[in-house]
């Protein structure tokens, strides 16, 4: 078996049976990672609560991550913890994101439009959706104790990823985050789960992924796309993204449209819309880049009061956008801007 690595933190907070909580996704590194940790964990006598926690993302998972997991579980025979974001899925938190974007722009509380889909440096996905929902579950279920938190990341996966360390302490002091296989191989993690009996989750095996998370995800890369989109379940899912690209005019993967990987999926009407959105994108863009670097939105935002020049650029692309897009935007001209500007800086000095 492939030996796990640890650190003189980690170390001593499972000599003191520390609760462990293994997040499980139904990818091949986080079920490598639950039974390595498993293993380890029985070595040195550990008796402290273990358990398996799953955030459930809704329609954008595989049909069969939960049942991964679930079957993970009972292979170990502990808890499998299910959570999910009270307000909605995935695909709701994006849909919220554009809806709230839009009433943001037409009542000028921001100066461009925001788009709806999470992106690599903006992995709210992550954040939101299991991050934060994990650790308020784990703080309720072991009020008062330091949680030991695995995770599957392994630095083999990026350049990012690679320059992570093996254990680091939360943000908050009350829980650590562990990752035990980030010396591991692709093939070591296959390796580990094929000695288990447990086989993977069949994304790989039946449908070709090289990565397991959403089905359609802002990391994923040209062929796994491909391979998602082929897949019978993905496809409502798909058609639902294709019509958030086209009423937004942003594609998935910025200028990689979802549209464009399986078009033959999308009717004749629908790729007309698309190829109507991916003008009106070009269109979007062109007229905010007339917006200087000294207008764009900053914490704080206002800051201080256009010039009339400024406003009048402001006006122009406000007017252009709400066009393009079909927006019902207020403050379309020099004199109204300016008084929402100095409506806005009032308020910021009431509070």
Request: aromatic letters at 8%; proline letters at 3%; one cysteine or more.
């Given at each position: 078996?492939?030996?796990?690595?640890?650190?003189?933190?980690?170390?001593?907070?499972?000599?003191?049976?520390?609760?462990?909580?293994?997040?499980?996704?139904?990818?091949?590194?986080?079920?490598?990672?639950?039974?390595?940790?498993?293993?380890?964990?029985?070595?040195?006598?550990h008796?402290?609560?273990?358990v398996?926690?799953?955030?459930?993302?809704?329609?954008?998972?595989?049909?069969?991550?939960?049942?991964?997991?679930?079957?993970?579980?009972?292979?170990?025979?502990?808890?499998?913890?299910?959570?999910?974001?009270?307000?909605?899925?995935?695909l709701?938190?994006w849909?919220?994101?554009?809806e709230?974007?839009v009433?943001?722009?037409?009542?000028?509380?921001?100066?461009?439009?925001?788009?709806?889909?999470?992106?690599?440096?903006?992995?709210?996905?992550?954040?939101?959706?299991?991050?934060h929902?994990?650790?308020?579950?784990?703080?309720?279920?072991?009020?008062?104790?330091?949680?030991?938190?695995?995770?599957?990341?392994?630095?083999e996966?990026?350049?990012?990823?690679?320059?992570?360390?093996?254990?680091?302490?939360?943000?908050?002091?009350?829980?650590?985050?562990?990752?035990?296989?980030?010396?591991?191989?692709?093939?070591?993690?296959?390796?580990?789960?094929?000695?288990?009996?447990?086989?993977?989750?069949?994304?790989?095996?039946?449908?070709?992924?090289?990565?397991?998370?959403?089905?359609?995800?802002?990391?994923?890369?040209?062929?796994?796309?491909a391979?998602?989109?082929?897949?019978?379940?993905?496809?409502?899912?798909?058609?639902?993204?294709?019509?958030?690209?086209?009423?937004?005019?942003?594609?998935?993967?910025?200028?990689?449209?979802?549209?464009?990987?399986?078009?033959?999926?999308?009717?004749n009407?629908?790729?007309?819309?698309?190829?109507?959105?991916?003008?009106?994108?070009?269109?979007?863009?062109?007229?905010?880049?007339?917006?200087?670097?000294?207008?764009?939105?900053?914490?704080?935002?206002?800051?201080?009061?256009?010039?009339d020049?400024?406003?009048?650029?402001?006006?122009?692309?406000?007017k252009?956008?709400?066009?393009?897009?079909?927006?019902?935007?207020?403050?379309?001209?020099?004199?109204?801007?300016?008084?929402?500007?100095?409506?806005?800086?009032?308020?910021k000095?009431?509070?």
């Open positions: 078996m492939s030996a796990i690595v640890s650190t003189a933190e980690i170390d001593a907070l499972l000599a003191a049976d520390s609760p462990v909580a293994i997040g499980v996704s139904g990818g091949k590194d986080s079920q490598a990672a639950a039974l390595a940790t498993f293993d380890h964990l029985d070595s040195i006598g008796r402290g609560p273990r398996l926690i799953h955030s459930d993302l809704g329609s954008v998972e595989w049909n069969e991550s939960l049942p991964v997991c679930r079957r993970l579980a009972a292979y170990l025979g502990v808890e499998l913890i299910v959570v999910s974001r009270k307000a909605g899925g995935l709701e938190r849909q919220s994101r554009w709230s974007s009433r943001r722009y037409e009542n000028l509380e921001t100066v461009t439009l925001v788009l709806p889909w999470s992106t690599p440096s903006m992995r709210f996905c992550t954040s939101e959706l299991k991050t929902v994990i650790a308020a579950e784990l703080r309720r279920r072991f009020k008062g104790q330091t949680v030991v938190n695995v995770t599957g990341v392994r630095r996966e990026s350049a990012a990823r690679a320059k992570g360390s093996i254990a680091s302490r939360d943000a908050d002091g009350k829980a650590w985050s562990w990752r035990p296989i980030s010396d591991w191989t692709v093939a070591q993690v296959f390796e580990r789960i094929a000695a288990s009996g447990l086989s993977p989750h069949e994304a790989y095996t039946r449908f070709g992924m090289s990565r397991v998370s959403c089905r359609f995800c802002i990391m994923s890369n040209a062929s796994d796309m391979a998602a989109s082929a897949a019978p379940e993905s496809h409502g899912l798909y058609r639902n993204m294709v019509d958030m690209e086209i009423v937004s005019t942003f594609g998935f993967q910025g200028s990689r449209w979802l549209a464009d990987v399986a078009p033959h999926l999308l009717s009407y629908v790729r007309a819309e698309v190829t109507q959105a991916k003008h009106r994108a070009a269109e979007r863009v062109a007229l905010e880049k007339l917006i200087t670097e000294e207008m764009l939105y900053v914490k704080g935002w206002p800051t201080r009061m256009l010039t020049a400024e406003a009048t650029t402001l006006a122009k692309v406000r252009g956008v709400s066009e393009l897009i079909g927006l019902r935007s207020r403050y379309l001209d020099v004199a109204s801007i300016h008084g929402r500007y100095a409506e806005l800086m009032a308020q000095v009431a509070a």
